[in-house]
T-cell receptor, first 116, second 111 residues
């Protein structure tokens, strides 16, 4: 099992540019989570999906952030336009059913985003 | 509270000694707790969990203790090894699917 796959691993871009982060969850997992990690705020949940449907996007910081899950094996997190304060490590995680009390969330290696 | 902080608490332990990492929680209704390990450059990885009907659970070289009276959780690592160097997070469910992560504790193993 390859685990959760994220790409790119590192992204450096200039302010105002569009950034797209990609995630492939573990096969058979029905829930997918996007997190952001910074030193200031720690690990924050941005949005999560069940069966490809966005369930809760209350953690998405602004309208500049959007996420999609067109099928069970692929999700994207897009930032347009990007700003320096978006610099962080973005993690994707997946779990079998998403139940926080029974299903482990498996994290990908993260994408380190730097916005200049 | 939520996962915030400028500075991670750091625990330095000699290789071979036991490590104890602590976590306090505020919600007395919390009934399930998880410990994650995050190595440098990697995502958090599940270590062990415990439900509130237990006060102790053991895994391989790790033990989690839960004291519901004082709302305190600890992770004990026996015979700490260099590979244990990482940031350790306690976490608990918030609602049906969300998980709240603690601030984290950085464990440094001194060879």
């Amino acid at each position: 099992d390859a685990g959760v796959i994220q790409s790119p691993r590192h992204e450096v871009t200039e302010m105002g540019q569009e950034v797209t982060l990609r995630c492939k969850p573990i096969s058979g997992h029905n829930s997918l989570f996007w997190y952001r990690q910074t030193m200031m705020r720690g690990l924050e949940l941005l949005i999560y999906f069940n069966n490809n449907v966005p369930i809760d996007d209350s953690g998405m910081p602004e309208d500049r952030f959007s996420a999609k899950m067109p099928n069970a094996s692929f999700s994207t997190l897009k930032i347009q336009p990007s700003e320096p304060r978006d610099s962080a490590v973005y993690f994707c995680a997946s779990s079998f059913s998403g139940r926080a009390r029974s299903d482990t969330q498996y994290f990908g290696p993260g994408t380190r985003l730097t916005v200049l | 509270g939520e996962s915030v902080g400028l500075h991670l608490p750091t625990l330095s332990v000699q290789e071979g000694d036991n490590s104890i990492i602590n976590c306090a929680y505020s919600n007395s209704a919390s009934d399930y707790f998880i410990w994650y390990k995050q190595e440098s450059g990697k995502g958090p990885q599940f270590i062990i969990d415990i439900r509130s009907n237990m006060d102790k659970r053991q895994g391989q070289r790790v033990t989690v203790l839960l004291n519901k009276t004082v709302k305190h959780l600890s992770l004990q690592i026996a015979a700490t090894q260099p590979g244990d160097s990482a940031v350790y997070f306690c976490a608990y469910p918030r609602g049906y699917q969300k998980v709240t992560f603690g601030t984290g504790t950085k464990l440094q193993v001194i060879p």
